[in-house]
């Protein structure tokens, strides 16, 4: 019979009855003994131990109720289900039939479904109760197992409960954690933290509040280590705490563990003398006893601890999971003992041997080793508690626990190692107590004051520091406690009377109840040295420094001012009603370079800005796309003199407005550009432009220009970049060597770079990054429309303007503006024949040139100030010298602002509107050209002759963009609207709408 199977015993006299019942239970798959009297069914409950019994009442000898008293006396059946099967049972009978130890009652005629489910839930819990008792027995074998292991942990543990309102409560501790804290488990259990400032210190109880909240809001485990004090001593430990969550997922316990490293730190200093005893104390790991298994194992994950255990009769090592994470070997299955020793370092072997060959001898005690082993082609070492068990004579088994101790042992490896570190330092290092004596000092300072590490003890500081007195060190104990740290420079001696001076940097520490200054001093004898040839070095700097900027002065003063008057003129004819297009476009090529040219100017001036770090941005929403179109003409020229192609390559998608410093990102192009075009004789230039969104309103944008010119070599690439210093064919064309180096610096102020690939013969790809902002509202992707100033308003025509400068020029040209523009214009070449002027007109306001001879503009505004007789009117210095302290030396004078020459016209006049409170009239752009739709321009372009508009379209298919807006100017002529609108999509390179207007499709590959 299957051991599953479960017999049932029918006892009934009437056969009949007897094999109706059989049948029924037959079918549930019961193995069924028969029985058709009282003693014949108890020899058969004797027999064969039945699972259930099915018991009639009245039957003759012996009756239902005697039996079932028999049956409950025999102990195969004391705890087996009876149930009477009677035709009628009186209240009295029930009662009976209950108290001799009947289970249930059926009565005749009964349902045979209920009959058959009474019996399977009868033998159902019988079986499952049965089951339970096993489960408990073998529950209480293994508990014992393991508070047998969990003696020999040696880790102080304790449980706190999370209550609901957040406190904490102490559920219990172990011995060991008895023994660090030296508090007793009954003065803990079940008092909050808050009610232990008897027994822990307040900072004690906030540490270990702060880390347990952070253990709950975190949900996970963690450690900390600090000091613990309590009435009894202070102790260093590491504590670590884990979280304990129920089934909802709250937080109802936290489990901790305490490690006592108090001789651990102190072994710093006392290594040698301490370390038989701090290896002591390290080793030692007290356990806690829990009644449940779940918390004993979480309790060794928390202190990496498993056990192990070994059976010796079927040679079979087998342990606890975490064993397998320490070693990195999944043997906690079972393996062969010979497995297991294979693990270990050979040279730790024979520790392990020679403990199991005692035990076999009939050694009885426990045992705790330290062995290697060897892990993921890394060393683990391990601390190994080994305890035997007997039987009589026989060693049983042989079980224990296995703890992680690498961290502890790599510690004292870093420990003697910092130690050397100390000793072989080139500085003094060494520890005052608060007398002033030495208590520790390393070997350099032991060697400098020349005395033996025994003979430490019985000196002091004032012996080798003959500065200093007791009173001294005294205040600046005081100063010490207070700010936990000193720094000073004085003087030592050394043990044969030579003096030095030292930089000394000490801090307050206190080790348990002793309070030290550790101290680490360096001679300074040869920064002291080095200080005196510096501050010679400085002031000759100083004197060069001055002697430079009176230079740069001088010469930006001396270029700048005849270049205002070429820009001046330039900015007058581009106001002029009368030019072409192609006159225009020259006009704008000659302001373009004529700035390009005071550029190079700024590069003498910003590589000394740069040097002295003020180099500052200037950002405002310009039109990239023209800017891009700005740089092409002014190298258009010189590239179709040299016969190579100048092309651009800019996406249809590429933003139009940014926002950045367009004048640095002009001068970084126009130098690409230059030298591009400079080191090409054959081939060409290619510029290419691409942008990627950073942010919502960030764009990096990259500027490539690739030419096919000489190339750089490779042991030229490192003076690309460098002052004053240029490749062969930078020194044969001629230049300063500033460029790059100055445009490389611009680039990384605006959040990018500048880098370059080259071949010697191939040519060059310079590539250019920077970071811009995009545009807020309808100014994105559009281009910049400047309003031209025209003249001032009837009403504040005539308003009196004083021009001083002494270059005649520079006179002329701002007078021809400003009297075009509607102003009274005086002028005068001298700051004397200024003042003569101010005392007998009162003007609007004074254009004043501040380096002129005799007397500087801030010099006459220091006197106009002084004369009460002159009415006080605002007062703009226009000057070539852009140096910073000319600007603050006006400031300081008095002066209103500050134009740097050459000028823009439109600017100068908008700063005079604003200290005037002057208005003007501005030219309005073509409205009739703005009005034009792009079905206004298909509808224009449908009617024009028809060789006119195939020539226009051949010259846009075969990129002929010159001979494009030349024509434009006889489109002009008919109908100037469109041919001006034309002429400005070209020029701004809007080649997406040319293309759609003259019907040219944009996929065609062949185009």
């Not at 033998?123 to 499952?128: H, S």
């Not at 508990?143 to 304790?158: P, T």
Request: glycine share 6%.
């Amino acid at each position: 019979m299957d051991e599953t199977t479960k017999r049932v015993l029918i006892v009934d006299d009437n056969a009949g009855n007897l094999s109706v019942v059989a049948g029924l239970v037959s079918k549930m798959g019961y193995e069924i003994i028969l029985a058709q009297n009282g003693k014949e069914g108890l020899k058969s409950a004797k027999k064969y131990s039945p699972d259930a019994v099915l018991l009639d009442i009245m039957m003759p000898d012996m009756d239902g109720y005697e039996v079932c008293s028999e049956l409950r006396s025999l102990p195969q059946t004391k705890d087996i289900p009876i149930i009477f099967l009677t035709a009628k049972l009186q209240e009295d009978g029930i009662d009976k039939a209950f108290e001799c130890g009947g289970t249930d009652y059926v009565t005749k005629p009964y349902s045979s479904n209920v009959l058959l489910a009474r019996l399977k839930t009868h033998i159902d819990n019988f079986v499952l109760g049965k089951q339970t008792l096993e489960l408990k027995d073998k529950l209480k074998v293994q508990n014992q197992f393991l508070e047998s292991i969990y003696e020999d942990v040696q880790v102080g543990l304790f449980v706190l409960e999370v209550e609901e309102n957040s406190k904490l409560r102490y559920l219990g501790v172990n011995t060991k954690f008895e023994d660090i804290m030296g508090i007793r488990s009954k003065d803990l259990m079940y008092k909050t933290l808050e009610e232990l400032t008897k027994h822990f210190s307040k900072f004690t109880i906030e540490e270990l509040l702060k880390n347990a909240e952070k253990c709950i809001s975190e949900r996970k485990k963690i450690s900390f280590k600090g000091r613990v004090i309590t009435n009894e001593k202070t102790v260093l430990c590491i504590t670590t705490l884990s979280p304990v969550v129920n089934e909802s997922g709250a937080i109802i316990r936290i489990i901790g563990s305490s490690t006592d490293i108090t001789e651990l730190e102190r072994a710093k200093h006392e290594l040698e003398n301490h370390k038989n005893n701090l290896e002591k104390e390290v080793k030692e790991r007290t356990s806690e006893l829990n009644k449940s298994r779940e918390d004993l194992l979480l309790a060794q994950q928390i202190a990496r601890i498993g056990h192990w255990h070994f059976e010796l009769h079927n040679d079979n090592f087998t342990c606890s999971k975490i064993v397998d994470k320490i070693l990195g070997m999944p043997i906690s299955q079972g393996v062969p003992i010979s497995k297991f020793r294979k693990l270990i370092d050979p040279s730790y072997i024979d520790r392990f041997d020679k403990v199991l060959n005692k035990i076999f001898t009939g050694y009885r005690e426990g045992k705790k080793i330290e062995l290697r082993f060897i892990s993921a082609e890394k060393y683990k070492y391990i601390e190994m508690n080994i305890k035997p068990v007997f039987n009589g004579n026989r060693c049983e088994y042989i079980f224990g626990t296995i703890q992680d101790i690498t961290s502890r042992k790599h510690m004292e490896i870093a420990l003697t190692k910092i130690q050397f570190a100390v000793d072989e330092s080139s500085d003094e290092i060494y520890f005052l107590d608060k007398q002033g004596r030495f208590i520790y000092a390393n070997q350099t300072a032991l060697r400098n004051f020349g005395i033996p590490a025994d003979k430490l003890g019985s000196k002091d500081i004032f012996e080798f520091n003959p500065e200093k007195t007791r009173q001294w060190w005294k205040e600046t104990w005081e100063t010490l406690k207070k700010d936990k740290k000193i720094s000073l420079q004085t003087t030592h001696r050394t043990k044969d009377g030579l003096e030095y001076p030292v930089d000394i940097r000490g801090q307050y520490l206190k080790l348990e109840e002793q309070e030290l200054c550790c101290i680490f001093c360096r001679d300074i004898s040869r920064i002291k040295q080095y200080e005196q040839e510096l501050v010679k070095a400085r002031d000759a700097a100083n004197k060069a420094s001055e002697a430079k900027s009176q230079f740069l002065a001088n010469m930006s003063h001396e270029i700048r001012t005849p270049m205002n008057s070429i820009i001046g003129y330039s900015q007058m004819l581009k106001k002029s009603d009368n030019l072409t297009n192609e006159q225009k476009k020259q006009i704008e090529i000659v302001d373009s370079s004529s700035h390009h040219l005071l550029n190079l100017i700024n590069d003498i001036l910003e590589m000394s800005k740069m040097d002295a770090g003020k180099v500052t941005l200037s950002p405002t929403n310009f039109d990239f796309i023209n800017l891009l179109n700005i740089t092409k003409s002014i190298f258009t020229l010189k590239a179709e003199n040299k016969s190579i192609f100048l092309e651009y390559d800019i996406p249809s998608d590429f933003p139009r407005v940014v926002y950045a410093d367009d004048g640095k990102i002009r001068q970084v192009i126009i130098n690409l550009l230059g030298n591009a075009v400079k080191f090409t004789d054959r081939g060409g230039v290619r510029v290419r432009a691409r942008h990627e969104q950073l942010d919502e309103n960030i764009l990096k944008i990259t500027v490539e220009v690739e030419d096919t010119g000489y190339g750089i070599s490779e042991d030229e690439k490192e003076k690309v970049f460098s002052y004053f210093d240029q490749t062969e064919s930078g020194t044969k064309s001629g230049g300063s060597g500033l460029g790059l180096a100055i445009s490389k610096g611009y680039a990384r102020q605006m959040g990018g770079d500048i880098t370059f690939t080259s071949q010697k013969g191939r040519g060059s790809t310079f590539s250019f990054t920077f970071t811009a902002e995009l545009p807020e509202g309808n100014q994105q992707n559009q281009q910049l429309s400047k309003r031209t100033i025209k003249n001032l308003t009837e009403e504040h025509e005539g308003k009196l303007v004083i021009i001083t400068d002494d270059n005649r020029d520079n006179r002329e040209v701002l007078a021809a503006i400003l009297n075009n523009t509607g102003f009274q214009v005086i002028s005068a070449e001298s700051g004397g024949e200024t003042l003569d002027l101010l005392e007998r007109f009162q003007p609007d306001i004074l254009l004043l040139d501040n380096m002129m001879p005799n007397m500087t503009g801030a010099e006459v505004i220091e006197k106009i100030k002084k004369n009460q007789n002159i009415k006080d009117f605002p007062i703009i210095i226009i000057s070539g010298d852009v140096m910073e302290k000319s600007h603050q030396l006006a400031e300081e004078a008095g002066a209103t602002d500050f134009v740097s020459k050459p000028y823009e016209i439109d600017q100068l006049l908008e700063k005079i509107a604003l200290y005037t409170n002057s208005e003007y009239v501005y030219e309005e752009p073509d409205a009739d050209e703005q009005n034009l739709s792009f079905k206004d321009m298909a509808k224009y372009l449908s009617g024009i002759e028809s060789s006119l508009f195939n020539s226009l379209k051949a010259d846009l298919e075969n990129g002929r963009m010159k001979e494009f807006t030349e024509q434009t100017e006889k489109l002009k002529k008919k109908d100037k609207a469109a041919g001006a609108k034309l002429y400005r999509l070209a020029e701004s390179y809007e080649y997406e709408q040319l293309y759609k207007l003259f019907g040219i499709d944009l996929d065609d590959e062949n185009r």
